[in-house]
């Protein structure tokens, strides 16, 4: 594990997690009950309260090529539960935006990376979720060409599938959001 | 009250039996909901997960549509939609630096001023427990029951201000209402694996196949929830994770909705039952068994 020495680069790093976050990596006292509950915590390289330390000391290149942070689901059970009211899971959605605008692209975990690009493109392109594109879209740029395919003829059957998506009337306001905070 | 309807992506593809139920329900209860006009995706957790400005701007177009069309209340039926809009809501509250920017961005002004409900909400606070219990007529009485939440109907609790984030209570209060048995397991508030169920699977499976075993060993007939994702993970998945942990599960999922529509005597079709992957059908004929 490579420890940081350059103390202004960790400064400056917990200074942009910090603000990007609202909260202080201070706060967090190790006591470890955040990833005691974490349900993927099986899966995880680092847990969430080192992931949290690590940050506080600096350790840039280790916590943005974790497979923690997108490994995380998000489900809140750490923020939730941790006695100082950190933002736990806020941390993983500010590394994991911290990642993708350096353009790390996650060694072990790309898929999940991936799924979140493909789908914003979806929301982009119609406004709305076209779940055949996405799907279809998802699994051309991952490869996985016939991973799930066993369930489409059955989705198809049901409905579940529509054939056709839905694009929103004022597809321009969209494109402007996206140009103003992409 | 002027209701406005936001119903997402899901409900108009992988998960229209939910649509379809609560629009039954509501018409049979005389309550009228509008579709916020043009609407567009939250982003869902695409969109926090990678950018957390998008992430607002997304569901705050919603906002300030429904806003601006006088509404004063918004119903969310997808538990991650109403998350989102929730969270959009609380970080322009108290972020004015951002707020400003996406009004500029959006062009329309966000005063913040409508409630916004997801599904268990709207149900107990907007229509009412005496409104529900007046229209059961056929109680399920027999029938048991366990109501998964999942995470994002009561988490994070400083924005959600939803029920108990560790022991919730409100879908149960609604199955007691129809007159079937709650049943009282361990997984209820357990993440289901939501939005990794294409791209981790692996993960998925085992985080849904806990709250499904879980669920059938404390006796369920079956098991009810009020979210596309964690619907999606618990029912289209169940074949694939009997498969992988060579035990069999045979629980129908059903969405709250249509649990309720059943109560009123409304015809399974009408609420898109047979849209499932996981045939109700026992699940019906046990209905049908009791209420002779
Ligand atoms: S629960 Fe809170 S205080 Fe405890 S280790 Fe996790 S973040 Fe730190
Ligand atoms: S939000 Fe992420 S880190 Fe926190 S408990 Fe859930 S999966 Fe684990």
């Not at chain 1, 059957?157 to 056709?164: D, I, Q």
């Not at chain 2, 899901?10 to 939910?18: A, D, N, P, R, V």
């Not at chain 2, 619907?231 to 069999?248: A, C, G």
């Not at chain 2, 059903?254 to 009408?270: A, H, Q, V, Y």
Request: glycine share 6%.
């Amino acid at each position: 594990m490579k420890t940081v020495l350059n103390e202004q680069n960790r400064r400056n790093f917990v200074a942009q997690v910090e603000s990007m976050l609202h909260d202080k990596l201070s706060k967090c006292y190790q006591c470890g009950k955040c990833s005691a509950g974490c349900p993927v915590n099986f899966e995880m390289d680092y847990t969430p309260n080192q992931i949290i330390k690590m940050t506080e000391l600096g350790m840039e290149d280790t916590v943005l090529n974790s497979k923690t942070i997108w490994l995380c689901v998000s489900c809140n059970t750490c923020s939730t539960r941790c006695p100082k009211g950190f933002e736990v899971t806020g941390i993983m959605d500010v590394l994991r935006e911290i990642a993708e605008r350096k353009g790390i692209t996650s060694k072990t975990e790309k898929e999940v990376q991936m799924f979140h690009e493909v789908f914003l493109d979806n929301v982009k392109s119609h406004g709305r979720i076209f779940e055949l594109e996405l799907v279809g879209k998802y699994k051309l740029k991952t490869k996985h060409l016939f991973r799930d395919m066993f369930l489409a003829p059955k989705m198809l059957e049901k409905g579940k599938l529509k054939m056709h998506g839905e694009t929103i009337s004022n597809l321009n306001q969209i494109a402007k959001i996206f140009k103003d905070f992409e | 009250m002027k209701l406005a309807y936001y119903p997402g992506c899901s409900l108009k593809g992988t998960s229209f039996e939910y649509e379809v139920s609560l629009l039954k329900i509501l018409e049979a209860m005389g309550i009228e909901v509008k579709e916020i006009p043009d609407w567009n995706c939250c982003g869902a957790s695409a969109a926090h997960s990678i950018n957390h400005n998008l992430a607002i701007a997304l569901p705050a177009r919603n906002l300030a549509i429904a806003e601006k069309d006088g509404f004063e209340s918004v119903l969310a039926p997808c538990a991650a939609c109403s998350n989102r809009l929730k969270n959009a809501d609380y970080e322009l509250k108290r972020d004015d630096i951002l707020k400003k920017k996406i009004t500029n961005s959006l062009e329309m002004p966000y005063d913040s001023e409508m409630s916004i409900n997801n599904m268990l909400e709207f149900l107990i606070g907007v229509v009412g427990k005496e409104k529900i219990k007046s229209m059961v007529k056929k109680p399920l009485a027999g029938l048991k029951v366990a109501s998964y939440y999942g995470c994002l109907l009561v988490r994070p609790p400083k924005v959600m201000q939803f029920d108990d984030p560790e022991n919730p209570v409100t879908m149960d209060e609604l199955v007691s209402l129809t007159g079937a048995e709650p049943v009282d397991y361990s997984y209820k508030t357990e993440c289901c694996g939501a939005i990794n169920s294409l791209s981790k699977p692996d993960v998925v499976m085992a985080l849904t196949g806990k709250v499904l075993y879980d669920a059938k060993n404390h006796g369920a007939d079956v098991v009810v929830v009020a979210c596309p994702l964690c619907h999606s993970n618990l029912d289209v998945r169940q074949k694939e994770i009997e498969r992988k942990y060579e035990e069999k599960i045979g629980l129908p999922i059903l969405f709250i909705t249509e649990l309720l529509g059943l109560s009123f005597g409304i015809n399974p079709k009408d609420l898109a039952i047979d849209g499932h992957m996981v045939a109700a059908d026992r699940v019906l004929k046990k209905i049908e068994e009791l209420s002779k």
